[in-house]
């Protein structure tokens, strides 16, 4: 166990010090200056290790990871009630994957901030949002066959997903902090929003 907590701690440097050079070098000359090459060096690791730690010079800016589906937030979407809002469970959801996702702990205001000066990492936020919509995807595709049987509900669920995905870049076109925030104001404004257009429609 105390190997283990060594093992994380270290972890969590690593990536503090990547997230840390990237930073440093593109406030120094750009973007195109903060390389995997420059970032390794500057944090004096090998370019190995930080494809170990980070898919993308972005992700290193960000502080994010490759998404996972936290296997807490998947069992509690799966055990909702009948009775439950399956729109807003699944939004929440690709949330937690895409919260999964900020390896290195930074406040609002620093993601806030970041994504200020550099507006292009924008789009790699909005990139992990879609990869949220395949992992759940994916993770219900698992579940089906881990039961021997496809669900009944397996095409809505899917459609639920590929919706709250939409919701969600639509939050972030509207307020970054959306996806940062988590599930606040800007994303309840969202789910309003699309609730009345559905309304529209009907």
């Known amino acids: 166990m105390h190997k283990s907590s060594l093992r994380d701690r270290q972890r969590t440097q690593t990536l503090r010090d990547l997230h840390e050079a990237a930073v440093a070098l593109a406030r120094e000359g750009g973007l195109a200056a903060a390389t995997a090459e420059a970032i390794a060096e ?3 690791v090998s370019r190995r290790t930080f494809f170990n730690y980070f898919p993308t010079k972005e992700d290193a800016l960000l502080g994010t990871i ?5 296997q807490e937030a998947l069992d509690k979407f799966l055990e909702r009630g009948p009775d439950d809002d399956g729109f807003t469970a699944a939004l929440r959801l690709v949330v937690a994957i ?3 996702t900020f390896g290195v702990d930074l406040s609002l205001a620093e993601r ?4 200020i000066e550099f ?4 789009a790699r936020l909005a990139q992990h949002v879609s990869t949220a919509e395949g992992l759940v995807a994916a993770a219900l595709d698992e579940r089906a066959a881990a039961q021997g049987a496809p669900s009944p509900h397996a095409d809505s669920s899917r459609a639920l997903f590929m919706l709250a995905g939409t919701v969600l870049r639509f939050a972030y076109a509207r307020d970054p902090d959306a996806v940062t925030a988590g599930d606040g104001v800007a994303i309840e404004s969202a789910i309003s929003v699309f609730r009345t257009v559905f309304k529209e429609m009907q």
């Open 66 to 70: 490759s998404p996972v589906v936290p």
């Open 42 to 44: 500057r944090a004096n």
């Open 119 to 122: 507006p292009s990492l924008r």
């Open 98 to 100: 895409v919260h999964a």
């Open 112 to 115: 806030r901030d970041l994504l």
